[in-house]
């Protein structure tokens, strides 16, 4: 029987004694996936042990909401919880998160050509998730998705924060799609595309054409066409492998 089956039997009980240190109001999702990730190892917290509530978690870590989600959204997509809608978060089996660990090294090692694989991949489950999204984006979807936007369109925010939230709308729409599994392989492949989309994504007064496609992105998911929003990714993701591919037969020539 697998962990997930076992995990959904497992009935609500009493909260354990577990806390979190408050995160720095300035704090990036990242440091809050750490920090319960840190929570769960040094406290050997086991699998099917439930973590507080979200109201909980808001006021022990000082974060919004928003943050919150996305944060537990992707510590599900690297196999460290469960998350089971209308019954709670779940610490996950360690097995699975091993199995996660192990792929994101081998991931990071890849070669400027093989990263080129790899991103047509992401394209792949980016466009199909982007449909699901579509069909399937909440209300709360759709907020977070709008208050991620704003922040996008805010030039003058230094560029690595406004790359990391490139990054975050990208993660958010996999969460709308409400597929765990492309979560978890998008989670793989963000490890080590980050890094080359730093040296790839125009800057910020410069990327007229990605702020736009995440304009378009965004409505199409909010009015719920799919269609819309299927080629607004197609277009956007191929801009991406335009650049790379533009960066791997300079590398070639070099």
């Known amino acids: 029987m697998s962990d997930i089956c076992c995990l959904s039997r497992h009935r609500p009980g009493p909260f354990m004694n577990v806390k979190l ?56 997509g690297l196999g460290l919880v469960e998350i089971q809608r209308g019954n709670g978060t779940f610490v996950a089996n360690r097995d699975v998160l091993a199995n996660c660990v192990q792929l994101l090294r081998s991931a990071v090692t890849l070669a400027p050509r093989e990263l080129l694989v790899y991103t047509e991949l992401r394209s792949a489950i980016e466009v199909q998730a982007v449909r699901l999204a579509a069909e399937r984006a909440t209300d709360a979807d759709i907020s977070d998705l709008q208050d991620l936007l704003k922040e996008l369109d805010s030039i003058d925010r230094p560029y690595a924060e406004l790359l990391e939230l490139d990054f975050r709308f990208h993660r958010r729409i996999l969460q709308a799609a409400g597929n765990p599994l492309m979560q978890n392989l998008m989670e793989v ?17 410069d990327n007229q054409l990605g702020r736009s496609l995440h304009r378009r992105i965004f409505a199409a998911i909010k009015s719920h066409d799919q269609d819309a929003a299927d080629q607004a990714m197609r277009e956007h993701m191929e801009a991406v492998l335009v650049m790379l591919k533009k960066r791997v037969n300079k590398r070639t020539r070099s």
């Open 189 to 205: 492949i963000y490890e080590f595309v980050v890094t080359q989309m730093a040296q790839t994504t125009p800057s910020p007064r």
């Open 21 to 76: 240190k408050p995160i720095p109001r300035r704090s990036s999702v990242d440091q809050v996936v750490e920090r319960i990730r840190e929570v769960i190892e040094q406290q050997k917290l086991s699998a099917g042990q439930r973590l507080p509530g979200e109201l909980e978690l808001v006021e022990q870590l000082r974060v919004s909401r928003p943050v919150l989600r996305e944060a537990l959204a992707r510590l599900q």
